[in-house]
């Protein structure tokens, strides 16, 4: 009995120290959905604006090359991303952890069928120096009118 009693005293120690292990973070950046300009719009006419936070623990986000297109946004009606530069978002490319939030503006959306509406919505990715990728995150639907 005394042998059971050491043996359960010796396996709660060894629980409790473990679950006192320090977590390491995530190396990949996270990313939130905040809020969207609107809803609906007329084809051609509303320039869409997408709000999202983000936060990145080694702050390697965001690139000084302008070329280098590292956030892709996709509408769901179509097959291919449309790609983003996102600039350094650290003071002197510093690896610092981040948070904070930033706009994505799209373009005037059209209708690419032949109906009088339509409805979509957005995925959208974040890819740091690393070439780490940030979760998915997807907006509401917006819906797409005829101008006419």
């Not at 009606?77 to 948070?99: I, M, T």
Request: glycine share 4%; net charge negative.
């Amino acid at each position: 009995m005394k042998q059971l009693t050491k043996s359960f005293i010796f396996l709660g120690l060894f629980l409790s120290f473990q679950s006192c292990k320090k977590e390491e973070p995530s190396p990949f950046p996270e990313i939130e959905f905040i809020s969207i300009s609107s809803t609906e719009v007329v084809e051609f006419e509303n320039q869409l604006e997408v709000i999202i936070s983000y936060s990145d623990v080694n702050g390697d986000l965001g690139t000084i090359d302008a070329d280098d297109l590292t956030l892709k946004v996709k509408d769901s009606r179509l097959d291919d991303f449309d790609w983003y530069h996102v600039p350094p978002l650290a003071p002197n490319s510093e690896e610092l952890e981040l948070e904070g939030t930033f706009s994505i503006h799209l373009n005037p959306l059209f209708l690419l069928g032949n109906g009088d509406d339509e409805s979509t919505n957005f995925s959208i990715q974040l890819k740091d120096r690393a070439q780490n990728w940030s979760n998915q995150i997807t907006t509401p639907t917006v819906s797409i009118r005829d101008s006419l």
